[in-house]
């Protein structure tokens, strides 16, 4: 048989009751609001992420270096020197990835040292490529080591554009070039690199050897944006002949190699051009 209860403990029953919806709302709202909070050390990591900067990668340009490559090597050439590109990028990679890890030989030993046994190889089975048709080319180990650029300006110039493989097809008249319209890229503060215009020294150009003509007037172009790039980028660093050493005068030797093989391109079906190396040399203006 049930009892009523008193009036006294009914009030009691509905005061516990309220309490304790009023607590579990309030843990509820508590929970919500630090769900909803930043982990400050998230971000602060995040800050600490982004402001590491280790740098960029820069290894010596390989296919301006390479002689004419025969048609029945282009394909196993082009297929490494995209293997070089790749290489400088998973190594740029790993850079950013480790920073702060190992003692100051680190980059070195796990990065650049691995890197250059990569290049070792691939460069290797460049020269051999062509060396099975053509005369195999010597002395293109000395392209395998690559340097950290610290500022993280530096250009990756590992692989460039493929001599024997298509790229952009300009004109032989729109290719180039060199003198007024490259240094519009440059500050004035540091000049601008001027280099004779190749295409309008050419004499007629047999319809067999416009392809390969075209590749390396694109080639010339890069060559002096290249140049024009590491211009602005090494401002104040050596001494008064570091522009003629470190630039103008490795432009100078990829040119000529360019310019050789424009040059045999032509003589394969007609009359091969002379005195085309007299074109090699670019100066600096300021």
Known sequence: MSRA??????????????????????????????????????????????????????????????????????????????????????????????????????????????????????????????????????????????????????????????????????STGAAQQSTGSTGSTSSSAVGTISCPDVASQLPAIPASAQAEVDRNLTLLQTQISEADNRLRTTVGQGGPNFVQNAILGPLQDKRKSTIDRIAIAIGRTAAKPTGLDSLAACTLTK
């Open 5 to 170: 209860l008193p009036k006294y403990n009914k009030r009691r029953v509905a005061l516990i009751g309220g309490a304790a919806a009023v607590a579990l709302s309030g843990a509820v709202i508590a929970g919500t609001a630090l769900a909803g909070t930043p982990d400050k050390s998230s971000g602060t990591n995040n800050a600490r992420t982004l402001a590491a900067s280790p740098g960029t990668i820069t290894c010596p340009d390989v296919a301006s270096r390479l002689p004419a490559i025969p048609a029945s090597a282009q394909a196993e050439v082009a297929r490494n020197l995209t293997l070089l590109q790749t290489q400088i990028q998973e190594a740029n990679k790993r850079l950013v990835d480790t920073v702060g890890q190992g003692g100051p030989n680190f980059v070195n030993n796990a990065i650049l040292g691995p890197l250059k046994d990569k290049r070792v190889a691939t460069i290797n089975r460049i020269a051999t490529a062509i060396g099975r048709t053509a005369a195999k080319p010597t002395g293109l180990d000395s392209l395998a080591p690559c340097t950290l650029n610290a500022s993280g300006t530096g250009t990756n110039t590992g692989s460039g554009t493929a001599t024997g493989t298509a790229s952009a097809k300009p």
